[in-house]
């Protein structure tokens, strides 16, 4: 395994714990980790500047400068209304993960699901919103798309990891929520640390910290290459508080997450459904690419096909993938969590 270890380090690949050499603590002393995110950054710079003209002068300075962008009322009502109908009436493959006492459900919204969801795709692919998704991922090519619910508080006793302030990985990348309805801290917002995806050396420092321990980080998360962040070190790293999106449906937030952010905490047993957008790329590849169609058509075809393999890999072991199959109706419906509900419910249509 050798070479593929040495190979990864000139990919996204991030896990000190599954790669000796991304993890080890001799070469990160001698600066590995730090190298790799000095040069993703510059990288990510020069990518951001290529891509620049396909998205409008506001929007790419708030994101540079915020690692975010902000924009409510996102549609006119009439379409907004016509893609929460489509969005209510899909069926279609459902994925869930469970994280904690928290359930993500998506449909991935593949070429063929987007044909009986006219509004949804005219929006997602319309060469203003593409280009906004290309620049802000330095990748020119279109994200992967999914109609995602995150149900919160349904499963009990344990806490959901991803409620801890982490940078997902080493290097920028961009996901994006369209919120089908309004969020709050009923059902738990997205929320950031403003700035916290800027290259400082303080966070360099932290980050090199942080790498010599690699493997053995406490936090298993951290271990696998997304670190988590306390609270009270963001005084330290010179970072303000975290800000939690609570806003109207309506509102698209895009984000670096390379920043630290989290999922804010849900008061009740809530759904949060949205339209999501992620889009990632070699760190280290300084060509944004060609904007080929069938590149995502081909990206669609291999995260179904590895799905697949993960369902047969798990069932073998008499296991679930982490990414297992629900039942088609699984994202209109409230699931049996002994907290709250004895029977499964339907969920209100996202008004
Ligand atoms: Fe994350």
């Known amino acids: 395994m050798w070479p593929v270890y040495v190979v990864q380090v000139f990919t996204g690949a991030k896990s000190f714990k599954a790669n000796p050499v991304i993890g080890s603590p001799l070469l990160n002393r001698l600066g590995l980790h730090v190298a790799r995110v000095i040069v993703a950054a510059m990288v990510a710079r020069f990518r951001y500047l290529c891509l620049s003209p396909l998205a409008e002068a506001g929007h790419r300075k708030n994101y540079l400068r915020d690692g975010f962008i902000v924009l409510r009322d996102y549609l006119p009502e009439a379409e907004f209304h016509a893609l929460k109908s489509e969005v209510n009436a899909l069926q279609g493959e459902v994925r869930q993960c469970v994280q904690g006492d928290t359930l993500t459900q998506r449909i991935l919204l593949t070429d063929n699901v987007l044909k009986a969801m006219p509004t949804c795709q005219r929006m997602l692919w319309s060469k203003k919103l593409l280009g906004l998704f290309k620049f802000t991922s330095a990748k020119n090519s279109n994200p992967i798309f999914y109609v995602q619910n995150i149900k919160s508080n349904v499963v009990d006793d344990a806490a959901d990891p991803q409620r801890t302030l982490h940078s997902d990985t080493f290097h920028a990348t961009m996901k994006a929520w369209l919120f089908l309805e309004e969020v709050s801290d009923r059902n738990g917002p997205f929320t950031y640390v403003p700035g916290s995806h800027r290259l400082t050396l303080k966070r360099l420092k932290w980050e090199y910290q942080n790498s010599i321990q690699g493997s053995v980080l406490p936090n298993s998360y951290g271990a696998r290459g997304s670190l988590r962040v306390n609270e009270s070190d963001l005084a330290t790293l010179g970072l303000p508080s975290p800000k939690a999106f609570n806003v109207p449906a309506n509102t698209l937030v895009i984000a670096n997450t390379n920043g630290f952010h989290r999922r804010g905490e849900a008061k009740e047993v809530s759904?949060?459904?949205?339209?999501?957008?992620?889009?990632?790329?070699?760190?280290?590849?300084?060509?944004?690419?060609?904007?080929?169609?069938?590149?995502?058509?081909?990206?669609?075809?291999?995260?179904?096909?590895?799905?697949?393999?993960?369902?047969?890999?798990?069932?073998?072991?008499?296991?679930?993938?982490?990414?297992?199959?629900?039942?088609?109706?699984?994202?209109?419906?409230m699931p049996v969590s002994s907290r709250s509900e004895k029977s499964p419910r339907k969920l209100p249509e996202v008004a």
């Open 271 to 333: 759904s949060r459904m949205e339209i999501w957008a992620y889009s990632r790329t070699n760190p280290f590849n300084p060509f944004p690419g060609f904007g080929l169609r069938w590149y995502t058509q081909l990206s669609h075809l291999a995260i179904q096909k590895y799905l697949a393999r993960q369902d047969r890999i798990a069932e073998a072991k008499g296991m679930k993938a982490s990414w297992h199959r629900v039942g088609e109706n699984a994202l209109h419906e």
